[in-house]
């Protein structure tokens, strides 16, 4: 069955980076955009970023254009998330999510607490 | 590209019929079945109930959606139609749409639903 699975998430300070990881099975991978979605504490959700396929497509919230990039690794069936310049409103749970027109199969999440 | 428009709250009783409305434009909800609803418990990953406006999901997903759960769209507004209310579906849920644009997909708000 599909299954995502994220990590690297952690408590990091104001200004630090942290790199998130996405271990996929279950479908092929090389067939399906990929995103990330976050969502802070006690708020809604965040449409944050996607790649297509190819890799050749990439997309970012404004609230992390320039901060953040996203990548892929077709032969490890991964997906990731360089976060870079962390702030405190990036406090949040990151969701890794499979994107079939819309986001279909969710990993469970992983936390990341930027804080002094 | 602005939020889906949902309302922050609506409540029933067990037993009852709740309705969830989400408003979006001519670009996203109006152009494209490709209308989902997600349900979230406090703590717990955002589920798939229904996708391409009126479908739920089966098959490989670990558990299924039952037909009290439904979809449907007029227009630029999608709506969730929970019948015969349980206790159990108290939760956030939120819309989320196709917007065939480079943004990709657009959510909404989330709206709180209190079974009283």
């Known amino acids: 069955q599909v299954q995502l699975v994220e990590s690297g998430g952690g408590l990091v300070k104001p200004g630090g980076s942290l790199r998130l990881s996405c271990a996929t099975s279950?479908?092929?991978?090389?067939?399906?955009?990929m995103s990330w979605i976050r969502q802070a504490p006690g708020k809604g959700l965040e449409w944050l970023s996607y790649?297509?396929?190819?890799?050749?497509?990439?997309y970012y919230a404004d609230s992390v254009k320039g901060r953040f990039t996203i990548s892929r690794d077709t032969a490890k069936n991964s997906l990731f998330l360089q976060m870079d310049s962390l702030r405190a409103e990036d406090t949040a749970v990151y969701y890794c999510?499979?994107?079939?027109?819309?986001?279909?199969?969710w990993g469970q999440g992983t936390l990341v607490t930027v804080s002094s | 590209q602005s939020a889906l428009t949902q309302p922050r709250s609506v409540s029933g009783s067990p037993g009852q019929s709740v309705t969830i409305s989400c408003t979006g434009t001519?670009?996203?909800?109006?152009?494209?079945?490709?209308v989902s609803w997600f349900q979230q418990h406090p703590g717990k990953v955002p589920k798939l109930i229904i996708y391409?406006?009126?479908?739920?999901?089966?098959?490989q997903r670990p558990s299924g959606v039952p037909d009290r759960f439904s979809g449907s769209k007029s227009g630029n507004t999608a709506s969730l139609t929970i019948s015969g209310l349980r206790t159990e579906d108290e939760a956030e849920y939120y819309c989320?749409?196709?917007?065939?644009?480079?943004?990709?997909?657009?959510f909404g708000g989330g709206t709180k639903l209190t079974v009283l």
């Open positions: 999510a499979r994107v079939s027109a819309i986001p279909d199969y």
């Open positions: 279950g479908f092929i991978f090389s067939d399906f955009y």
């Open positions: 790649i297509s396929n190819s890799g050749s497509t990439i």
């Open positions: 001519s670009s996203d909800v109006g152009e494209f079945n490709y």
């Open positions: 391409d406006v009126t479908k739920r999901p089966s098959g």
């Open positions: 989320c749409a196709y917007t065939g644009s480079y943004t990709y997909v657009i």
